[in-house]
């Protein structure tokens, strides 16, 4: 019979929200049909069946976090039976792998093997208490025992409100809001809201990559409002705090002269009004920047496990800004595209982004990143590297001011600074500093974009 899992929809994903069931258990479904809403870092998207039959069994329920590759539910066919489902779902073996540490004796991988029923076997160890589990003995996703590992929670103190009494992330949250189940020094846990002794960071967190933060309560102050983070603004602090505390940054800043960039982009845009084309200032900067990256290809690079991974084909991805966080859909190949190419896609890549439209392939896999906050009036500023990516490219807005021509005359000018984030184990300044001179001489002749 076939399974509904959770899909995979990014590289770092490890788990997803379901938020709502779009078809009710018992009804039927046809392949391609909208079954679920489920939610991501990045995205919220419509779960399509991906086979014919009835919807026979939801296992997940809504607003349940649910690790990658694990059921939510069956499609049960013709002459099919609709299979038990133990507690937690395909997790019972690794559960079973783990209970020799979790539990100290080894029962739980005992009881499994000779077919006991998990659930029987809990409530005859903690003498049929499912919430207490005193023993140690519980069910929870490998992020849900991070975030409590992270945050010196005992999870056996925490009563489950996932199917069969499985801890899910809310469970966690809300002990880590009421302060209690704190671990103290020697393991154990405190249930009565007493915060335990400040303890080193947790190893876990070391080997991620970044030092959780030690967080003041809300004060709940008149006045106050208390607003929970979603789960993508949760993933970019994640990522951009690990990638400022591990990457070496480096900055180069360029002023640009756009006036016969402007001058060109206001000639092309007539000749394309027909075509329903408008480019804006920012494909001329994301074209410059990939035609520059053919004289530093070390700037388009992504920094691995096994070294630098050098890329011939620019993959470019552009931030745009959504109410909820940030998402950086990528134009693939830029450097072969022409101008009137990259507006088009950039601006149905940022319209699908904001409707929470993309598929993961379309913001993955980038090799260098622009960011433009030109649009908001911002005169210079500097961005965050992306990783495993080299750099990235900030964009701040055009102002006039007087510039001296060819003949040391004073005359307006359209100026526009762009700056450079690169990573210093990849490239070094002067790597940083030609690439950036050389983006500046693309944009100052801008009938380079053309060839």
Same mark, same amino acid.
């Given at each position: 019979?076939?399974? /509904?899992?959770?899909?995979?929809?990014?590289?770092?994903? =490890?788990?997803?929200?379901?938020?709502?069931?779009?078809?009710?258990? *018992? %009804?039927? /479904?046809?392949?391609?049909?909208?079954?679920?809403?489920?939610?991501?870092?990045?995205?919220?998207?419509?779960?399509?069946?991906?086979?014919?039959?009835?919807?026979?069994?939801?296992?997940?329920?809504?607003?349940?976090?649910?690790?990658?590759?694990?059921?939510?539910?069956?499609?049960?066919?013709?002459?099919?039976?609709?299979?038990?489902?133990?507690?937690?779902?395909? %997790?019972?073996?690794?559960?079973?792998?783990?209970?020799?540490?979790?539990?100290?004796?080894?029962?739980?991988? #005992?009881?499994?093997?000779?077919?006991?029923?998990?659930?029987?076997?809990?409530?005859?160890?903690?003498?049929?208490?499912?919430?207490?589990?005193?023993? +140690?003995?519980?069910? @929870?996703?490998?992020?849900?025992?991070?975030?409590?590992?992270?945050?010196?929670?005992?999870?056996?103190?925490?009563?489950?409100?996932?199917?069969?009494?499985?801890? /899910?992330?809310?469970?966690?949250? +809300?002990?880590?809001?009421? +302060?209690?189940?704190?671990? #103290?020094?020697?393991?154990? @846990?405190?249930?009565?809201?007493?915060?335990?002794?400040?303890?080193?960071?947790?190893?876990?967190?070391?080997?991620?990559?970044?030092?959780?933060?030690?967080?003041?309560?809300?004060?709940?102050?008149? +006045?106050?409002?208390?607003?929970?983070?979603?789960?993508?603004?949760?993933?970019?602090?994640?990522?951009?705090?690990?990638?400022?505390?591990?990457?070496?940054?480096?900055? @180069?800043?360029?002023?640009?002269?756009?006036?016969?960039?402007?001058?060109?982009?206001?000639?092309?845009?007539?000749?394309?009004?027909?075509?329903?084309?408008?480019?804006?200032?920012?494909?001329?900067?994301?074209?410059?920047?990939? /035609?520059?990256?053919?004289?530093?290809?070390?700037?388009?690079?992504?920094?691995?496990?096994? *070294?630098?991974?050098?890329?011939?084909?620019?993959?470019?991805?552009?931030?745009?800004?959504?109410?909820?966080?940030?998402?950086?859909?990528?134009?693939?190949?830029?450097?072969?595209?022409?101008?009137?190419?990259?507006?088009?896609?950039?601006?149905?890549?940022?319209?699908?982004?904001?409707?929470?439209?993309?598929?993961?392939? =379309?913001?993955?896999?980038?090799?260098?990143?622009?960011?433009?906050?030109?649009?908001?009036?911002?005169?210079?500023?500097?961005?965050?590297?992306?990783?495993?990516?080299?750099?990235?490219?900030?964009?701040?807005?055009?102002?006039?001011?007087?510039?001296?021509?060819?003949? *040391?005359?004073?005359?307006?000018?359209?100026?526009?600074?762009? #700056?450079?984030?690169?990573?210093?184990?990849?490239?070094?300044?002067?790597?940083?500093?030609?690439?950036?001179?050389?983006?500046?001489?693309?944009?100052?002749?801008?009938?380079?974009?053309?060839?």
């Amino acid at each position: 019979m076939p399974e /509904v899992i959770m899909p995979k929809m990014g590289d770092a994903m =490890e788990e997803g929200t379901l938020l709502q069931w779009l078809k009710s258990e *018992g %009804e039927e /479904v046809s392949e391609g049909d909208p079954i679920a809403e489920i939610e991501t870092d990045k995205v919220t998207m419509e779960l399509e069946a991906e086979d014919a039959g009835t919807l026979a069994q939801l296992i997940a329920s809504e607003g349940q976090d649910v690790p990658v590759g694990e059921a939510i539910a069956f499609i049960q066919g013709e002459g099919e039976e609709v299979p038990e489902v133990s507690e937690g779902g395909g %997790e019972a073996e690794d559960e079973a792998e783990e209970g020799g540490e979790e539990d100290g004796g080894g029962a739980q991988a #005992t009881a499994t093997e000779t077919g006991a029923p998990e659930e029987e076997e809990t409530e005859e160890e903690t003498g049929g208490q499912t919430d207490g589990r005193a023993d +140690g003995h519980f069910r @929870a996703s490998p992020i849900v025992r991070r975030l409590a590992e992270e945050n010196d929670l005992d999870l056996a103190k925490i009563d489950g409100s996932g199917p069969a009494g499985r801890i /899910v992330e809310r469970d966690v949250r +809300g002990a880590m809001e009421s +302060g209690t189940a704190q671990r #103290t020094e020697d393991g154990a @846990a405190q249930e009565d809201g007493v915060a335990a002794p400040e303890q080193a960071q947790p190893q876990q967190a070391e080997m991620q990559g970044f030092q959780p933060a030690r967080l003041p309560e809300p004060t709940e102050e008149p +006045g106050t409002q208390l607003v929970e983070p979603t789960r993508m603004m949760q993933v970019i602090g994640e990522r951009m705090t690990e990638a400022q505390q591990h990457i070496p940054h480096f900055y @180069a800043t360029v002023e640009v002269r756009m006036d016969a960039a402007m001058a060109l982009r206001k000639q092309l845009n007539e000749q394309l009004e027909e075509e329903g084309v408008k480019l804006s200032v920012n494909d001329f900067v994301m074209k410059a920047c990939a /035609v520059a990256l053919r004289s530093y290809p070390n700037l388009n690079a992504l920094y691995t496990t096994r *070294g630098v991974e050098l890329h011939e084909k620019v993959d470019m991805a552009m931030a745009v800004a959504l109410d909820q966080g940030l998402i950086t859909p990528v134009i693939r190949d830029i450097g072969s595209k022409g101008l009137a190419a990259i507006s088009q896609e950039s601006k149905d890549l940022a319209t699908r982004a904001r409707d929470g439209k993309l598929q993961p392939d =379309e913001y993955q896999g980038g090799t260098i990143t622009v960011s433009n906050m030109g649009m908001f009036g911002i005169e210079s500023f500097t961005a965050i590297i992306n990783p495993p990516q080299a750099a990235i490219v900030a964009v701040s807005s055009i102002a006039k001011r007087p510039d001296y021509d060819e003949n *040391g005359q004073v005359v307006p000018a359209s100026m526009m600074k762009l #700056t450079l984030s690169a990573d210093h184990r990849i490239a070094n300044g002067r790597d940083g500093a030609l690439y950036m001179a050389e983006v500046k001489r693309v944009l100052e002749n801008p009938v380079m974009l053309m060839v």
